[in-house]
């Protein structure tokens, strides 16, 4: 999943796009499968997050 961070008035925020269930069912698809977005959401949100918290550690060790 393609993400972003972007930062707007001191807060950070993270974007990452997501298809809704009835995605599968008013395209088609093909052969492609679509992961559940609920779960899939939450992952990437969690990651995002982290990636967060690594670059903040790495960022505050380099000033030290």
Do not use: C, H, N, W
């Not at 088609?28 to 939450?42: K, L, M």
């Amino acid at each position: 999943i393609d993400t972003a961070m972007v930062e707007v008035d001191g807060y950070k925020i993270g974007l990452f796009g997501i298809t809704s269930p009835q995605t599968s069912f008013k395209s088609s698809p093909g052969d492609y499968e679509f992961a559940p977005t609920i779960e899939t959401a939450e992952a990437t949100a969690a990651q995002l997050r982290e990636a967060e918290r690594y670059a903040r550690r790495r960022s505050d060790a380099r000033g030290r």
